[in-house]
């Protein structure tokens, strides 16, 4: 499943995924950081193995004006009850923010409100790889630039 769909994305020389692929495939995907059957061992085995990596390539050979849209489902799902839920999602934007090119940071300011959101979590799981993410951007953004100083935390 996702292991095959990633490394079809990762390999992917002739153009496979275009717009009307792209428009099938992203919220289905981005619907499995919801899927918590199976229990908590393996959905993290699924979301950190499969479904980041997968979700993150799909983004790689994709245009830029499509990372919106998936920006906001994974940002939607950090709202889910299930703490697990929530982490693998910080750490989706984690992988996002880390793997694609410059022009990512055009999906730092819509989720500034999301950020700011789970930092105030119960988990400190969650709110632990919250604060990896703002450091992590901080850096990406460089001094006088920083999200730290807009947070309200």
């Not at 919220?27 to 980041?52: D, H, M, S, V, W």
């Not at 090119?101 to 790889?129: C, F, G, H, R």
Request: aromatic fraction near 8%; proline fraction near 3%.
């Amino acid at each position: 499943g996702l292991a095959s769909l990633e490394k079809l994305l990762r390999y992917d020389k002739e153009g496979f995924m275009t717009k009307p692929r792209f428009d099938q495939l992203y919220e289905p995907l981005t619907g499995q950081f919801e899927n918590t059957l199976g229990g908590e061992i393996l959905y993290k085995e699924r979301a950190y193995k499969y479904l980041i990596p997968c979700t993150t390539q799909l983004l790689l050979v994709s245009k830029e004006e499509l990372w919106k849209p998936v920006n906001y489902q994974i940002r939607t799902h950090t709202r889910h009850a299930s703490a697990m839920v929530r982490s693998a999602c910080v750490s989706a934007l984690i992988d996002i923010f880390t793997r694609l090119p410059d022009s990512k940071l055009n999906l730092v300011s819509e989720s500034m409100q999301t950020i700011n959101e789970l930092l105030e979590d119960s988990n400190t799981e969650v709110e632990s790889k919250t604060r990896e993410l703002i450091t992590l951007l901080d850096n990406l953004l460089g001094e006088g630039h920083e999200i730290s100083s807009y947070l309200g935390h």
